[in-house]
């Protein structure tokens, strides 16, 4: 573990709000053990140890039934350890994968049969390498065949440039923590409401109202970011997605409660209908579809 990297909160508090049965928390991570998953060479940073165990235990703890693991930089294109914790999940789990342009058919359908749903695109300069574009096209094309989707992570300063390219690509997308807003500039400022007018403009992408801790300038109960994830609950019901992003990797300043993040849901999906659609029915018609609901 990086010496400045902090750990996830190991006794979170219990929250006051109960979601709905058969909520899911639809982005988190697992990392390592890193003496049975080692982290990859190429990696930018060096997390805590964060096993499946844990997730596991975490979910229980809150109230939710299903986890969409994603995987992260720090572990590369090397999925085992994400593809373990599916595996141990008995069928409560689905997952994201990181994979490059070579990738094989057989590789992927390796992926399928273990419960992975979707490829992760990374463009945040600060966590991986420069990918071209060629490569991520060649990526889409052999993914879609599977039915699978795309989850795209960026900041906000890069969508102006960006959105060509996202838009041309064959198949959903859905758009980890909102596009990352600045949100002192607030919700009316162009650089977010050009975000609401890519998801207005394109129903096939999807976004997650996640985060707080990262967006937050103000810090815990992050009051300054609920506008942002209220309007896109409100604006887009059948297409946002929640998630804790445990174990919140590459935290500076705060360390979330995971039982806080939980008693955020009411507050930015605000009657029973939302908060349905939000962790019951948007995720599981996405990783689950073959189930009737």
């Known amino acids: 573990m990086d010496a400045d990297y902090r750990p996830f909160d190991p006794n979170p508090s219990k929250p006051r709000f109960t979601p709905p049965p058969g909520a899911v928390d639809a982005h988190c991570h697992v990392f390592g053990p890193a003496d049975t998953f080692p982290y990859a060479p190429e990696r930018k940073y060096t997390p805590c140890d964060a096993p499946k165990e844990k997730l596991f235990e975490l979910r229980d703890f809150l109230g939710l039934s299903r986890n969409v693991i994603v995987q992260a930089s720090c572990h590369g294109r090397d ?123 394109h129903d096939n992408i999807w976004t997650k109202v996640t985060c707080p801790e990262r967006l937050t300038v103000a810090g815990p109960p992050y009051d300054d970011v609920v506008p942002f994830a209220r309007t896109l609950v409100e604006r887009f019901p059948d297409r946002v997605l929640w998630g804790t992003d445990w174990p919140h990797p590459n935290m500076t300043w705060i360390v979330p409660d995971d039982g806080e993040l939980i008693d955020m849901i009411p507050r930015i999906a605000t009657t029973a209908a939302q908060q349905r659609a939000l962790l019951v029915d948007n995720p599981n018609r996405l990783y689950w579809p073959t189930e009737r609901q």
């Open 79 to 201: 999925n085992t350890a994400m593809v373990d914790a599916l595996q141990a999940a008995g069928g409560r789990a689905t997952g994201i994968a990181v994979v490059g342009p070579d990738v094989t058919a057989e590789e992927l359908a390796a992926l399928d049969a273990a419960g992975v749903r979707g490829v992760r695109f990374n463009f945040v300069k600060r966590l991986v390498d420069a990918t071209p574009r060629e490569n991520y096209l060649r990526i889409a094309d052999k993914i879609t065949r599977l039915g699978w989707h795309i989850v795209v992570y960026f900041e906000a300063p890069e969508l102006e440039s960006l959105t060509p390219f996202l838009t041309s690509l064959p198949a959903t997308l859905v758009v980890d923590h909102m596009g990352r807003p600045d949100v002192a500039k607030g919700v009316d400022h162009p650089d977010f409401q050009r975000f609401v007018r890519l998801l207005a403009d």
